[in-house]
């Protein structure tokens, strides 16, 4: 039983470079989210989905694009990478209604 | 809107004192939830607790136990004669699953250290 999955766990980018993180779930959880943590703070919320083809965007989506083929995946898109975008990133997964969030381990990204 | 305050940016006590972490909330809603996360120095979340809105019963877990007061709007998390192993940043956190978007609010953490 994996959880939420994500990949890379460590990433450099060169600024204007483009990659995605990639977030898997086994558990047939409804809702998926992305966090970013920046040192020192909280963990802020990027987009968040319902469910498959349903896509929203959370505190802090400028600079990202996520999309929801499947219930299974929730990818994080970033087309042109800045310093600002250093940071860790979190995603996570639950069920409607039931507050059971189940948390990925994490990828730290550095923008170069 | 949801906001959660710990204002304690940084705790460091000696081993085996007793520490209390502060978290305080704000929310619209008489049905949510309450959350402690730690994050040792690995960097990966560990979820603590999870409080309904409804249950206001203290909770113990070990040398852990945490306080709900909704009149006070806060839920304080004591560690019990510290260890090393606690030191970590812990997060305080808030949900309100009703409104449909099942979002949880991050304080901005509290880093405790302990001292051997």
């Known amino acids: 039983n994996a959880g939420v999955t994500q990949t890379p766990k460590f990433r450099i980018l060169k600024i204007g470079q483009s990659m995605t993180l990639q977030c898997t779930q086994d558990?047939?959880?409804?809702?998926m989210y992305w966090y970013r943590q920046d040192p020192g703070m909280g963990l802020k919320l990027i987009y968040y989905?319902?469910?498959?083809?349903?896509?929203d965007k959370g505190e802090v989506p400028n600079g990202y694009n996520v999309s929801r083929s499947t219930t299974e995946d929730f990818p994080l898109r970033l087309e042109l990478a800045a310093p600002s975008q250093t940071s860790v990133y979190f995603c996570?997964?639950?069920?409607?209604?039931?507050?059971?969030?189940?948390f990925g381990s994490g990828t730290r990204l550095t923008v170069v | 809107a949801q906001k959660v305050t710990q204002a304690q940016t940084e705790i460091s006590v000696v081993e085996k004192e007793d520490v209390t972490l502060d978290c305080v909330y704000e929310?619209?809603?008489?049905?949510?939830?309450l959350f402690w996360y730690k994050q040792p120095p690995s960097g990966e979340l560990v979820f603590l607790i999870r409080?309904?809105?409804?249950?206001?019963q203290n909770e113990i877990s070990g040398r852990y136990s945490w306080n709900f007061q909704k009149s006070t709007s806060s839920f304080n998390f004591t560690i019990t004669a510290s260890q090393v192993v606690d030191s970590a940043v812990y997060f305080c956190?808030?949900?309100?699953?009703?409104?449909?978007?099942?979002?949880?609010?991050f304080g901005t953490g509290t880093r405790l250290t302990i001292i051997p």
């Open positions: 409080r309904n809105s409804f249950d206001e």
């Open positions: 989905s319902v469910g498959a083809g349903i896509t």
């Open positions: 996570a997964s639950s069920y409607i209604g039931q507050a059971d969030y189940t």
């Open positions: 558990m047939n959880h409804n809702y």
């Open positions: 956190a808030l949900s309100e699953p009703n409104f449909g978007n099942e979002k949880l609010t």
């Open positions: 929310t619209r809603d008489t049905t949510y939830y």
